[in-house]
């Protein structure tokens, strides 16, 4: 069994709590980030893990990386596709920047990542590929046509992944956050938190070490029978 995982926008949120937990469990994690340099070299200084600068949104960058990565320590065995970003407006005020960012980012990196990691898995036989989708893309949100269609188109991607994938030893999953405490939710206006707050069943933001004990559950070799699932882990907002 391959341990060596890359996590993408790894050194931030989400992302950053399961850099932490994979890395505490002996596997040993690449944190990807694309912007804040400064962070993330703290966050590698402070947690002893290793990170790596490149635009996921770029297929060359991600080819030219997973090949520096492969022959630095070896093929990544554990892909989580975690880097998103929002650029929230409603439709008739969204440009088409915000449009274009969010699909490349949330979407598009998903090709660019998984169709250069999948050869070396497919050689050894084994692979475990997490996507973090997110509530918005099952339920929509106000605001988020490009973010829900990314999340969502995530979905289909995975299942049919999963399908081409299952016979070689890889699982293909997505774990679909809810309101999760962030930087990215912080962002949001504090009386139109307050009011999806009030909406969620738990009536509390998640925690992101919620996430990463189910994500770190899923690279396990133990996990090799679940492909093509989603996990929802949105205190009850969405239940499916
Ligand atoms: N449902 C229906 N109507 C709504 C609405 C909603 N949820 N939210 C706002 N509106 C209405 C308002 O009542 C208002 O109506 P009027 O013009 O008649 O008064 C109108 O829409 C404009 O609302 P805003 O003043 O909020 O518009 P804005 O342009 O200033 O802001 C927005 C728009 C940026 C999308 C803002 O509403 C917002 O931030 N919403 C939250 C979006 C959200 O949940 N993002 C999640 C980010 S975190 C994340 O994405 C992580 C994850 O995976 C969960």
């Known amino acids: 069994m391959n341990k060596i995982a890359l996590v993408t926008g790894g050194t931030r949120g989400i992302g950053a709590s399961i850099s932490k937990k994979l890395s505490s469990n002996g596997i040993k994690v690449i944190a990807n980030f694309t912007s804040d340099e400064n962070s993330a070299d703290k966050f590698s200084t402070v947690n002893n893990i290793d990170v790596v600068k490149f635009d996921v949104s770029s297929f060359d960058e991600c080819k030219e990386n997973v090949e520096i990565i492969k022959k630095k320590y070896g093929s ?4 989580i596709n975690n880097a998103g970003i929002t650029r929230d407006a409603a439709i008739h005020k969204m440009n088409v920047s915000q449009w274009q960012e969010v699909i490349n980012v949330n979407l598009n990196s998903a090709f660019n990542l998984v169709s250069n990691v999948i050869e070396s898995m497919r050689e050894n036989g ?28 995530i979905f289909g991607f ?42 969620i069943p738990g009536k509390r933001l998640g925690n ?13 070799k133990n996990s090799g029978y679940i492909n093509g699932a989603t996990f929802s882990i949105n205190g009850g907002l969405r239940m499916d």
């Open 208 to 220: 992101p070490d919620e996430i990463a004990d189910i994500v770190y559950f899923l690279t396990l």
């Open 76 to 79: 990544i065995g554990i892909l």
């Open 126 to 153: 084994f692979g475990r590929i997490i996507h973090i989708s997110s509530v918005n893309g099952q339920k929509g949100q106000f605001g988020q046509t490009n973010y829900a269609a990314s999340k969502a188109a």
């Open 158 to 199: 995975s299942k049919s992944l999963a399908l081409e994938v299952a016979s070689k030893g890889i699982t293909s999953n997505v774990v679909a956050p809810g309101y999760i405490n962030t930087e990215m939710v912080a962002a949001i206006r504090e009386d139109i938190l307050k009011s999806i707050i009030d909406t």
